[in-house]
């Protein structure tokens, strides 16, 4: 198993310039791990084995309905971590979390994140406001996949996916983000071409490409910006504090 550096805590917005004490801390027990993609963290009712905090993948949340039909109701980057449950005193997971984008973790036992969270301090605060961010982000998720077109959907998840990988090829097929819409891949796949047709997209086996942002932005539903707000201000709040000024 790869060691832990200080340098891979400042992947992780949680984990990012911690105080000294709390580095020192959350570094021992600390694991650093590669995930893969369809990879599974967590499962609704299944005990949590570790908490993860994603450097450079990508985890969404699954509700997955009696009739079989999947949903995704929320996404997880490097702003945050999978498990977090466990510090509301939940030794189970809620939904299934399977990896969309794979990358390296870090991972921690749930009763040594627990213990930490029990100190107070600077992560405290981070992962209590990362409860607030959680909760609106599947609220609205809900919200969204009940009002909103299977167009202005797939434009708010490719948006929410690349603001956590940075880049514009997004390596993911439409058969899996045909899951994560409650859609089928031929609805997918009909809007994706749509969205070529206009310049917006470019789709390859395997892979799609963005090309036009800010017109992925502009067909995308509000559902996007309220999210995305929502995870942006407790990062300002948090930066501002350290002295490293504003996002």
Known sequence: MPSVEKADLALNQILADLPSEETRRVLANLELIHVQTNDILAEG?????????????????VANLEEGATVEVGLIGNEGMVGIRVILGRSTGAYLAVV??????LRIKPDLLKAEFKRGGVLQDRLLQYVRYMLAQVSQTAACNRM?????????????????????????????I??????????????????????ILHSSRGKTTILDRKALES?????????????????????????????
């Not at 009712?45 to 949340?61: E, K, N, Q, R, T």
């Not at 969309?100 to 973790?105: V, Y």
């Not at 899951?179 to 310049?199: F, N």
């Open 45 to 61: 009712g299944v005990p949590i084995s570790h908490c993860y905090f994603p450097l450079d993948a990508v985890v969404a949340l």
């Open 100 to 105: 969309q984008i794979p990358g390296k973790c």
């Open 148 to 176: 909103h077109l299977l167009e202005q959907r797939l434009c708010r998840w490719l948006l929410s996916i690349q603001d956590r990988v940075k880049t514009a090829e997004l390596l993911i097929t439409h058969e899996a």
């Open 178 to 199: 045909a899951h994560m819409l409650g859609a089928t891949r031929s609805d997918v796949s009909r809007v994706v071409g749509a969205l070529g047709k206009l310049g």
């Open 219 to 247: 067909t995308s539903c509000e559902c996007y910006w309220i999210v995305r707000n929502d995870y942006i201000y407790p990062l300002r709040a948090r930066k501002a504090s350290s002295g490293k000024g504003n996002l």
